[in-house]
Nanobody
Framework: QVQLVESGGGLVQPGGSLRLSCAASGFTFSSYAMSWYRQASGKERELVATISGVGTSTDYADSVKGRFTISRDNAKNTVYLQMNSLKPEDTAVYYC?????????WGQGTQVTVSS
């Protein structure tokens, strides 16, 4: 059974940092590209960052370049999103997604709130 479980969200002040984790099970993790998406209240879900299966290639939304870093540990079946210099507009539910060809799996999401 495929599972993606996000953790690490919470309330943080502007300028602060958080590290999100997404633990995967039920599939061959290293064969899947992994992405982080986010969805703010009343807005469409947007792609934040993507990392290739072996972790050699990454891509970021312009809005988070230079502030967020995606990484993965294939030995632990986990993908991370390090978020620095957080802004109120980063407030959203953050989801991880596993992708390989026609196979896409989503986690349940973790809330990140940036507020003073």
């Amino acid at each position: 059974q495929v599972q993606l479980v996000e953790s690490g969200g919470g309330l943080v002040q502007p300028g602060g940092s958080l590290r999100l984790s997404c633990a995967a099970s039920g599939f061959t993790f290293s064969s899947y590209a992994m992405s982080w998406y986010r969805q703010a209240s009343g807005k469409e879900r947007e792609l934040v960052a993507t990392i290739s299966g072996v972790g050699t290639s990454t891509d970021y939304a312009d809005s988070v370049k230079g502030r967020f870093t995606i990484s993965r540990d294939n030995a632990k079946n986990t993908v991370y999103l390090q978020m620095n210099s957080l802004k109120p507009e980063d407030t959203a539910v953050y989801y991880c997604k596993a992708m390989r060809a026609l196979f896409h799996y989503w986690g349940q999401g973790t809330q990140v709130t940036v507020s003073s």
